[in-house]
């Protein structure tokens, strides 16, 4: 079975850009959820969707959005981005929409903002 | 959330056997407890999840006292390749969503 895919893997944007990054979870898998990671803040939740419906939320600006297909696929997008968005996204893909069950992580986009 | 904490790192040799403990005061009944492993510039690796007394898969071990406020993720011989970065967390089994909430975790150095 494939795992989760992220596209794409690298990213260089301007600040004030805008970007848009693609999580293709594993077949099956209805819940999606985002993550950014840097070296100061470490890993935090950005937001997850479930059946095409975002059911939690981090604490982060409005800036930062997603959505979901019907296919699962998710895809998140950054607005006027900024210095500090410099970091490395992840996308994790579960069967059900419980913590309490294994989620599977995907490669990661590392977006860089100059 | 319970929140949890775990040593910054560790250090250990080939061979050895490595035990991280977590702890987590605030557990609450429908919490399960969970590890995940992360190697630089990748996302993290599910590796053993358990509620209570001992749970042993073909990676790791996770003990688990009666009183849940802590747990210790056993790693019998490792090698060079454990070396990452390892997270304890408290997932709620409530149906709550998926939100996991990720400490600073215990960076693992396995020396040869």
């Known amino acids: 079975k494939a795992g989760v895919t992220q596209t794409p893997r690298y990213l260089i944007k301007t600040r004030g850009q805008q970007v848009t990054l693609s999580c293709s979870p594993i077949s099956g898998h209805r819940s999606v959820s985002w993550y950014q990671q840097t070296p100061g803040q470490g890993l935090q939740f950005l937001f997850e969707y479930f059946s095409e419906t975002q059911r939690n939320k981090g604490n982060f600006p409005g800036r930062f959005s997603g959505r979901q297909f019907s296919n699962s696929r998710s895809e998140m997008n950054v607005s006027t981005l900024e210095l500090g968005d410099s970091a490395l996204y992840l996308c994790a893909s579960s069967l059900l929409s419980d913590s309490s069950y294994e989620q599977y992580f995907g490669p990661g986009t590392r977006l860089t903002v100059t | 959330l319970a929140k949890t904490t775990q040593p910054i790192s560790m250090d250990s040799y080939e061979g050895q056997e490595v035990n991280i403990t977590c702890s987590h005061n605030?557990?609450?009944?429908?919490?399960?407890i969970t590890w995940y492993q992360q190697f630089p510039s990748q996302g993290p690796r599910f590796i053993i999840q358990?509620?209570?007394t001992k749970v042993t898969n073909e990676v790791a071990s996770l003990f688990i006292p009666a009183d849940r406020k802590s747990s210790t993720l056993s790693l019998p011989r490792v090698s060079l390749s454990d070396t990452a970065v390892y997270y304890c967390?408290?997932?709620?089994?409530?149906?709550?969503?998926?939100?996991?909430?990720f400490g600073g975790g215990t960076r693992l150095m396995v020396k040869p």
């Open positions: 605030n557990i609450a009944t429908n919490d399960y």
């Open positions: 358990g509620y209570k």
């Open positions: 967390l408290v997932v709620g089994g409530n149906n709550a969503g998926n939100m996991l909430t």
